[in-house]
């Protein structure tokens, strides 16, 4: 009851800033848009549809680590947190609390994105939902690293971090623009021993049907999810000790 209450006030709170939400949720529409206008007028396939879209999906997610983080941040500037000491909540309600409304949006963001890529040309599958499904776990760990930096860092420093420097990696590092291959050696190897490469992959693997290649990627996106979902919960813990 007490994480459901904070929720709800939660996403209150993310309703009342509808620029930030709308631009997740615009942002990788635009880009599916503008890659497709490139790919009509160019004589070579680069950015084509069934391989485009999971990439921008996994690099779109990006931007809710910036949104989590600032939220956490305003409400720790504002001495929220400080005044819910006053009240039985821990520092796992806390975190569930700010977590459980943004899920839905990543799962909005993702929906949103394939349904643009749908209009776009994009053949219905339902190996769509697959897609979503395998690349849910880098939304866990893109909410979970903005939450830990909102707890950890002021609301610029977080901004500065998640909005440079995390949604940069993810774009270089995702794949979603070219093939890793391409480039080859160390780049090609840090890449898929980060998660963004091995979500985008994931998701690529499952839209094509290529079933049997999806638990290595898979495997490595969910440990930096669980990781990453730990240590923002034990950073919440803290802050709430402090508070």
Do not use: H
Request: glycine share 10%.
């Amino acid at each position: 009851m007490r994480i459901l209450v904070f929720g709800r006030r939660t996403a209150k709170e993310i309703l009342r800033d509808p620029m930030s939400l709308g631009f997740g949720l615009g942002f990788p529409v635009a880009l599916l848009l503008l890659m497709t206008v490139i790919q009509r007028n160019i004589p070579v396939s680069l950015f084509e549809l069934d391989s485009l879209t999971p990439g921008i999906t996994c690099f779109g997610l990006s931007f809710l680590c910036l949104f989590a983080a600032t939220l956490v941040a305003k409400d720790r500037s504002g001495s929220l947190l400080m005044r819910l000491q006053a009240t039985p909540m821990t520092g796992t309600d806390f975190f569930l609390g700010y977590l459980l409304p943004l899920l839905p949006i990543a799962l909005g963001q993702m929906a949103v994105a394939y349904g643009t890529a749908l209009l776009l040309g994009l053949a219905w599958t339902p190996r769509i939902l697959l897609a979503i499904a395998v690349q849910l776990p880098m939304a866990v760990c893109f909410l979970s690293l903005g939450l830990l930096c909102g707890c950890l860092l002021t609301e610029r420093q977080a901004s500065s971090l998640c909005g440079a420097l995390l949604t940069n990696l993810s774009a270089w590092l995702s794949g979603a623009w070219f093939d890793l291959s391409l480039v080859g050696g160390v780049f090609e190897t840090v890449a898929f021993l980060l998660p963004f490469a091995n979500a985008t992959e994931a998701g690529r693997m499952a839209l094509s049907g290529n079933t049997a290649g999806i638990a290595r990627p898979l495997t490595i996106t969910a440990v930096y999810g669980v990781v990453s979902l730990l240590a923002a919960i034990l950073a919440s813990r803290r802050l709430s000790r402090r508070s």
